[in-house]
């Protein structure tokens, strides 16, 4: 038994120095160590050996079978990868070092606009939020203080799920969410894509974005709303621009107001693109309504503040000349790359 299993061994290694093909390799596995190979059929005359053999023979045949099994590994492998070699050797070569051909897409003026608004916010203690674009009607529009009976709620505006959720149709639909998060002291800003049933023109469209902030403290007054305002405004048209105030109506603010700049095209002198008033209508905005503070879990006895919803294509237009909002959405990216430099 002990010269068959040695002559295996030898034939073995024999065998595997002609071997060079995948087939070749299981060919030679089933030789040796398949259900009829030559050493399986010796470990099934194993019960023959004499019990004073049985572990030296014993020993001898299993390392016999792990020398095959290792060695039908190592040679698979080594056959791989030379298979490997091969196939790149003789595919086309790619140069990864090559320059990279540029200029095939371009940031929306909206993302620019975006980052550095959303930069200035932060610089002046802000925290980013993200909004959903899907909202439940509660937080859409019960949370703050928007009533069942409200026009916008009508199917004209919004655009209505089947499962009683709506396509957000404005940024303060984070409103409560970030207030609960956040707590009575906080600084947030959250951009977000909202959704209106409109009829499209060159300033509506059915998906538009909004910029909105909230700030809530102790005594915070509109004061510190112009401020800001005036700050964002400051650095988006890299100089002083003048806001005004006019009376407007949300149902999550009161007071609520109009906020106007002064036409940054003609300084307020008046034109074409500000209808000749000197203003451009920018940012809706108001001190928060008690009720929303409360429904956030606020004591508005306690803390105020305020909430602003710009309008943000309207600004990315003023800022770039876009004569359409219905560009933003397009896929012109000759276009949006050339307004994108105007940023
Ligand atoms: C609101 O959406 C309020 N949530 C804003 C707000 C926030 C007020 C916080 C007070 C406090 P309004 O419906 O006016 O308000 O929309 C705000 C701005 O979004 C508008 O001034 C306008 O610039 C922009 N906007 C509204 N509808 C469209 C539309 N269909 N296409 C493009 N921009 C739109």
Not at 207 to 217: L, N, P, S
Request: charged share 30%; aromatic share 8%; glycine share 8%.
């Amino acid at each position: 038994m002990k010269e068959k299993i040695l002559q295996l061994i030898k034939d073995f290694e024999q065998r595997k120095a002609t071997v060079s093909t995948k087939e070749e390799v299981e060919a030679l596995r089933l030789d040796f160590i398949g259900k009829k190979g030559l050493i399986t059929l010796l470990m099934q005359d194993f019960r023959n050996v004499p019990a004073e053999e049985k572990r030296e023979i014993g020993m001898l045949i299993n390392e016999a079978k792990q020398n095959v099994e290792s060695s039908v590994a190592e040679l698979k492998e080594k056959i791989e990868e030379e298979e490997l070699n091969k196939k790149l050797e003789s595919e086309p070569r790619i140069d990864c070092t090559l320059p990279v051909k540029t200029g095939t897409g371009a940031l929306s003026p909206r993302t620019i606009l975006q980052k550095q608004i959303v930069d200035m916010f932060v610089s002046m203690g802000f925290t980013i939020e993200d909004g959903n674009e899907i909202e439940t009607e509660y937080n859409n529009f019960d949370a703050v203080n928007v009533p069942a009976s409200h026009p916008a709620r009508d199917m004209q505006d919004t655009f209505w799920l089947d499962n009683g959720e709506v396509l957000k149709t404005q940024t303060s639909a984070a409103q409560n969410r970030i207030l609960r998060t956040h707590g009575p002291k906080c600084r947030v800003l959250f951009p977000g894509r909202c959704f209106r049933n409109e009829s499209l023109d060159a300033t509506h469209e059915n998906t538009f974005f909004q910029i909105e902030g909230v700030v809530v403290d102790e005594n915070v007054s509109v004061a510190n709303l112009i401020y800001f305002m005036k700050e964002m405004l400051k650095g988006v048209f890299k100089k002083d621009v003048n806001v005004r105030l006019r009376p407007g109506f949300f149902p999550f603010t009161e007071p609520s107001f109009e906020l106007d700049a002064t036409c940054p095209l003609c300084a307020g002198k008046g034109c074409g693109a500000c209808s000749h008033t000197g203003w451009m209508e920018l940012c809706p905005c108001g001190m928060i309504h008690p009720n929303v503070l409360r429904e956030a879990g606020i004591d508005p006895d306690k803390y105020n503040g305020f909430a602003f919803g710009l309008g943000f294509d309207r600004l990315v237009m003023i800022k770039t000349g876009l004569d359409d909002i219905r560009h933003l959405n397009g896929g012109n990216v000759k276009l949006l790359k050339q307004y994108g430099t105007k940023i």
